[in-house]
């Protein structure tokens, strides 16, 4: 199976590295800058939670000649546009594209750009990071990869099995929007709250409740007139989750504001947001907090 993986931080480095350790398949890497220079010189180090090791896949900035069996997007979806870019003239009708960013909907977005090919929906459990050009670190055993399709794609399955054989737990979904929904419900609300308050996860759950519930809330109503069977269930299993994590926890979406970084404020916040308006929704505190995000600057 030919694998093309787009983008090489802490999900794109990682999922490469695991699938070229095990070598079951023919993994190409996208990656840019000093990413790029560093694995064509030296590989991909990948520091795993018990052990580490140092792979070799093929590296590009843009590819154009193999058609691929299978390209994952890892990179932020306000990227999308350069990412599909770099691999667009490789993907053929039974091409299966999986995007891997938070988010929700992005099968739906991708289509602009690559309009041949089995758009799938998907999502992964990783706590990852790029230590330095070169070296992905995986701070957790966490590792979850959902996948799937409105459509028929006969090679889903065999996917599936080569990424356990990969050691990476993965599971072809057929209730894939749910799968995506409940990890957006933990993603969007906490991303919109830390960056907002401007504290760590356990902070805001403690000094402000309230507003966890409400925007939680609002989330779930969205996702409800869209047909998403959202539920208590899951909200509560958002709030364990979140009372589970070490303190001072940090969302990416906080990291890049802190930073001065392009944020993912728009697949986060402001869809549902957006979303709502459509659906003559109100979600008062997602879109207050949103607005006051949006004049932060994304």
């Not at 979806?77 to 938070?102: H, R």
Request: proline letters at 3%; hydrophobic letters at 40%; a positive charge.
């Amino acid at each position: 199976m030919k694998i093309a993986i787009v983008g090489a931080g802490g999900v794109g480095g990682y999922l490469a590295g695991k699938l070229q350790h095990k070598a079951l398949s023919d993994i190409t890497l996208i990656a840019r800058g000093k990413q790029l220079s560093t694995i064509k010189e030296s590989g991909l180090h990948i520091i795993d939670t018990d052990n580490a090791f140092t792979t070799y896949p093929k590296v590009k900035e843009s590819c154009t000649q193999t058609e691929f069996d299978v390209v994952f997007i890892t990179t932020k979806s306000y990227d999308f546009p350069s990412a599909c870019a770099s691999i667009d003239k490789c993907i053929g009708e039974d091409t299966l594209v999986i995007p891997l960013s938070n988010g929700v909907d992005h099968a739906h977005e991708l289509k602009k750009y690559l309009p041949k090919c089995i758009l799938c929906e998907g999502c992964v459990y990783i706590i990852s990071h790029l230590v330095k050009p070169g070296s992905i670190e995986k701070k957790s055993p966490l590792f979850y990869l959902l996948f799937g399709s409105q459509v028929d794609a006969p090679q889903a399955k065999d996917l599936e099995k080569l990424l356990n054989q990969s050691d990476l737990k993965a599971k072809y979904s057929t209730k894939i929007s749910y799968d995506c929904w409940k990890k957006y419900l933990f993603i969007a609300s906490f991303g919109t709250l830390t960056s907002y308050y401007k504290l760590c996860m356990n902070n805001v759950m403690q000094n402000h409740k309230a507003d966890v519930l409400a925007v939680l809330d609002e989330i779930k109503k969205v996702a409800n007139a869209k047909q998403i069977p959202i539920d208590d269930e899951d909200i509560a299993k958002v709030l364990k989750q979140a009372n589970n994590l070490p303190s001072n926890s940090k969302t990416s979406m906080q990291l890049d504001f802190e930073k001065n970084r392009k944020t993912e404020l728009e697949s986060l916040s402001g869809y549902i947001v957006e979303e709502a308006l459509k659906l003559n929704l109100k979600v008062p505190v997602m879109q207050k907090m949103y607005t006051k995000l949006l004049q932060v600057g994304v």
